[in-house]
C-alpha cells in the first residue's frame, strides 16, 4: 500500500521556485474556472500519520489559490449539538458548496481509524462504518461533486526525524506535543489500521492518493499539481450518469401495494374520540419519558395522495405533545443555499437532536415521487435515490432516531370530492392550487412510484405504513396508534440495552 | 403595572366554544396572507410567571394556526457552540424568516431576570442589558417585524393555586416540580425584578402585553385576538420608517480624514521582508497563546477603495495563521435565505467561536457605503444603520472579541493605474469588473460616505485604522502591525483579569 511513499522523494529548492509560480496561476485560474460554473464543489480530504505536513500543505494550497473561496475544516471532539446527532451530521453541515473548495483537516476518517487503533471498535463495526462512508462518497460523486483523498505517509523513521526537525524550529515547536510521541508508538497499528481503511475505501469514484510527507516541496507540490489535474479534467467532463439499474417492475395484473388496501375503513364519532384521546394521552407520556428524552429523537414522514389529509394528521399528533419539543418541517422548493447542495442536505440541516421530534411535511421522498413522475430529475438521479435514502435512516436509526413513515392514500373518487369542497369553502382555498389538478392528471403514474418507493425504502428499521385516509377519523387513528406502537418498541429496546 | 392582571378575568365555558371557532378562521386567514406577502416575520414572546399557561397557549395557538409555519424555540442552558458567542447569537439563529411565525418560550429576557433574581447579575448590569435589548428590538421593528411580547401574570395566591391544579390533573402533574415551588419562594423578588424589567424595555416599537394567566380561557382568547389584531394591523400598514437622522454634515472646505492621510507612505523591499517576517511571526504567536485560545475570539474587517489590496493583505495575514483557525468570508450579494431576515443576520451567522478568527472581506459596512451610496436602501435604513453596528459591534467585544477593522485608502491615479494593469495581466483580470469601472465615477461619493462611516463607527472597543494603501509593501505591514497591537492589548487585558 505505501511502497511508493517510502522511497525518499524529493524535490530540491530551485525546481519548487520555478515551479510555484505556474502552479499558482494555473491554479488560481481553474479554481476561478470551477467558482464561475458554480456545478460542483471540490472536496479535499488531507489525512495521514501525524508530522507529515498536513497543516503545512493545506496553508501552501492557500497561499496558492484564492483563500476567500475555500473553507477549511478541523474537526476535533464533536460539540454537544454535533454529539446529539448522527456521526456524519457534522460533516454534511460543513460540504462546501458548488463552485467552493472545502479542504477536510481530518474527516469522517479519523474516529473510526481512532477507535479502531484503541481498540474501543470491533473490526466488523469498522467494516460496517467503513461500507457507510463508500456509500456516502459514492452519493457526493454522483451529485457531482469532485472528491480528493489524500493520505501522507511516513515511514516509521522518517516520522521520527519530522519530528525532532519540526521540535528544532521554533516557528513549529509547538505542533509537537507528548501525545506526538505517544503515536509514535503506535505506529505499526496505525499503518495496518491505515492500510486496511485504505483498501477498503479506495473506490473508482473516490481513489486514494499516497503521498510520501517526508520532503515538504515534494509533498506540497505533489498535492497541488494532483488538485489541478483533477479539477481541470473534471471541467471539461461533464458529470458522468452512473449507469441506469434494473427497470422498475411493472406488474401485469392491476394488484398493488394501494390498491389492495381496503379505503372503506371507517371509525365512528364515539369510537374516534375515545381512540383519539387515548392515543394522544399515551403519544404525551412516551415523548415525556426519560427513555425518549435522553436517549432518543423521532423523525416522522409524512407523504400522501393530495387533500388525503397529512395537515390534518399533523395537527393531532402536535396536540399531544408540547410545541417546544417537535418542529413541523414543510417541505417546498429547495432554497438558493439547498441548490448547490447534494440533495438530502436539505434534510440532514433540520435533524432533530436527542429528545426532539422532526415532523417533516413531505420529504426526502420527493425525489422518487414528484420530481420522478414530473421529470424534475434524471432518472439516474431518482433510481440511485431508493440507496441514498436508505442509507439516510439507516445513519439515523443508528444514532438512536426513531423514523416512522406514513403514506396517506385517498381513492381517486374521494379526492375529487374534497378538491371540490375546498374550493367552495373560503378559508381552506389557500389548500388547493391548478398544480393539484394538474398532479390528479397523472394518477396512475404517481401509483406506480409509490408502489415502487414502498418497495425499495420499507426497511425493518425504517417502514412505511400505509394509511387508508377515505374516512378522517380512522386515518388519523392509525396513525397514532402506529407512531404509539413504535414508540413503545423502541423504548423497550432501549430498557433492554440499559 | 400588574394591577388589571390581578382582577380575575375569566372567560366561560360556552363563549370560549362560540368564539373559538371564528378565531380560528380569521387566524389562518391572516397567517396566510402574512405568509403570502412574505413581508415581516411574526416575532412572539411568551415569558411571565411560573405556571401562568405559557406552554398551554403556545399549543392552543398551534392547533388555531397552521402549525407548519410556526417555529417555537425553547431556551434554556446554552449548548456550547452557543456559550462560545455573544450572548445574542441563539436568538439572531432561530429568527423567523419573513411570512414566518416565531414563537419564543424563554427568550432574550429570561436570563437577565433570573440572575437578577439570584443576585448573580447587579442592578447597573442590569440595565445596560436591558438597554441593549430595546435597542435589538427597535431594530427588528426597523427591519419590518411585528414584534408581540406577552407577560402573563398571577397574583401570589393565584399562582400557588394554578400548581395545585397542575398537580391533580394526571395529565399535567409532570410539569410542576420541586423547583415550581422553589419559585413561588422568590415570588415577591421575581414582580420586584419583573416590574422593573417591563417598565424598561416597555417601548413604543415594542410594548409588553400584560395578561391575567389564571383562566385559560381568557388567557388564551386574550392572546389570539391580540396576535389576530396584531397581524391584521401590520398588514393594513406599511412599514413606518423611522424619522430620519441629524443630516451628515458636509465639510465646506476639502478637508477630510481621507484626505488628510500621506498616500505618498513607502516601504522599501528589504525594510518589508524584514518587518513582514516579524509580525507574521509575532502574529503566529498571539492567536496560539492559551489566553486567546481559551477565551477571545477575532474578528476582522476590511473594507477599502476598489483595488486597494484587500485580498494581498488578507493572504498575508493569512501565511501567519493555521487555515484551520480561521476562515475568510467574502461577502457578496444575500442569499435567499438571507434575504428574508434582518440586514445583519448573515454577518451574525459567521462569528467565530472562542479561539478562532473570522476575516470578513468586505463587511456589514456595505449598508454604508455600497448600499448608501448605489440607493440600494433608503435614507433612514443606513442612517439607522451606524447605530445597528456599533450595538453589533458592542455586543463582539463585550463577549470578548477583539474586532479590528481596517479602511485601505488608494489614490485616484493609484486605481487607475491598477485598473489597466488588472486588465492587461491574464489572471488577474478576473479582479476588474464594469462595475469598478462605474463605481470609480462615483468616488467623491464614496469620500462622504467613507468619512461619515468612520466619524461614527470608530469606538473605543472597534476603532477604525486608516491604512495608507498606494504602496503595497506599507499598507501589509500597517496592518499586521496594527493587528498585532490590538491583539496584544487585547490579551494584556485578558492576563490584568485572572
Known amino acids: 500500500m505505501f511502497e511508493s511513499a517510502e522511497l525518499g522523494h524529493e ?28 456545478e460542483f464543489p471540490v472536496v479535499i480530504l488531507i489525512s495521514g500519520v501525524d508530522g507529515s505536513g498536513k497543516g503545512e500543505t493545506i496553508n501552501l494550497l492557500y497561499s496558492w489559490m484564492d483563500p476567500r473561496h475555500i473553507s477549511t475544516l478541523a474537526f476535533s471532539t464533536p460539540s454537544d449539538e454535533e454529539a446529539a446527532r448522527p456521526y456524519m451530521w457534522r460533516y454534511w453541515r460543513a460540504l462546501p458548496a458548488k463552485g467552493k473548495v472545502g479542504i477536510f483537516a481530518g474527516s469522517w476518517y479519523s474516529q473510526p481509524i481512532a477507535d479502531r487503533i484503541t481498540g474501543v471498535m470491533r473490526r466488523a463495526e469498522l467494516d460496517e462504518q467503513l461500507d457507510d462512508i463508500n456509500r456516502f462518497e459514492a452519493m457526493l460523486v454522483n451529485e457531482g461533486a469532485l472528491v480528493l483523498k489524500f493520505w501522507f505517509h511516513l515511514s516509521k523513521d522518517g516520522q521520527k526525524k519530522r519530528l525532532k526537525a519540526l521540535e528544532k524550529d521554533p516557528r513549529t515547536a509547538w505542533r509537537v506535543t507528548k501525545e506526538s510521541y505517544d503515536r509514535l508508538k503506535t505506529y505499526d497499528k496505525l499503518q495496518d489500521v491505515a492500510g486496511h481503511v485504505l483498501r477498503v475505501t479506495n473506490t473508482a469514484k473516490a481513489p486514494w492518493i499516497i503521498v510520501e510527507g517526508t520532503d515538504d516541496a515534494y509533498r506540497s507540490l ?10 481541470k479534467r473534471r471541467l471539461q467532463q461533464p458529470l458522468q450518469q452512473v449507469p441506469v439499474a434494473p427497470p422498475i417492475i411493472h406488474p401485469i395484473d392491476r394488484k ?3 390498491s389492495e388496501l381496503d379505503l372503506t375503513q371507517k371509525l365512528g364519532k364515539k369510537d374516534y374520540e375515545s381512540q383519539l384521546a ?17 436517549k432518543r429523537s423521532l423523525v416522522l414522514v409524512f407523504e400522501g395522495s393530495d387533500a388525503a389529509g397529512k395537515g390534518g394528521s399533523i395537527r393531532r399528533l402536535g396536540a399531544a405533545m408540547d410545541a417546544r419539543q417537535y418542529q413541523i418541517i414543510p417541505i417546498a422548493a429547495p432554497t438558493e443555499e439547498e441548490r448547490v447542495q447534494p440533495y438530502l442536505w436539505r434534510f440532514w440541516r433540520h435533524l432533530p437532536r436527542t429528545g426532539r421530534v422532526a415532523i417533516f411535511d413531505r420529504s426526502w421522498y420527493g425525489r422518487v415521487l414528484v420530481e420522478r413522475v414530473e421529470g424534475f430529475c434524471s432518472e439516474p438521479d431518482w433510481l440511485r435515490a431508493y440507496a441514498e435514502i436508505n442509507d439516510f435512516e439507516h445513519q439515523l436509526a443508528q444514532a438512536g432516531t ?3 413513515k406514513f403514506w396517506l392514500q ?27 389538478w394538474r ?17 425499495r425504502t420499507s426497511t425493518g428499521q425504517a417502514p412505511w405504513t400505509l ?7 380512522f386515518a388519523r387513528v392509525k396513525v397514532l396508534k402506529t407512531l404509539c406502537e413504535r414508540l413503545e418498541d423502541a423504548l423497550k429496546d432501549e430498557g433492554k440495552k440499559s
Open 467 to 473: 394509511v387508508e385516509a377515505n374516512d378522517k377519523n
Open 410 to 436: 385517498i381513492s381517486a373518487e374521494e379526492q375529487l370530492r374534497r378538491f371540490k369542497e375546498r374550493q367552495d369553502t373560503e378559508f381552506k382555498r389557500f389548500k388547493i392550487t391548478d398544480e393539484d
Open 11 to 38: 524535490v530540491d529548492k530551485e525546481t519548487f521556485k520555478k515551479e510555484v509560480p505556474l502552479l499558482r496561476a494555473a491554479l488560481l485560474d481553474v479554481q476561478y474556472d470551477v467558482l464561475q460554473k458554480k
Open 402 to 404: 426513531v423514523v416512522v
Open 278 to 294: 387515548k392515543y394522544q394521552s399515551r403519544l404525551s407520556e412516551l415523548v415525556r419519558d426519560p427513555r425518549f428524552v435522553g
Open 222 to 231: 505533489t498535492v497541488g499539481r494532483i488538485v489541478l489535474d483533477a479539477m
Open 439 to 455: 398532479n390528479r392528471e397523472k394518477w396512475d403514474e404517481y401509483v406506480s412510484a409509490v408502489c415502487d418507493m414502498v418497495d
Open 256 to 258: 398493488n401495494v394501494l
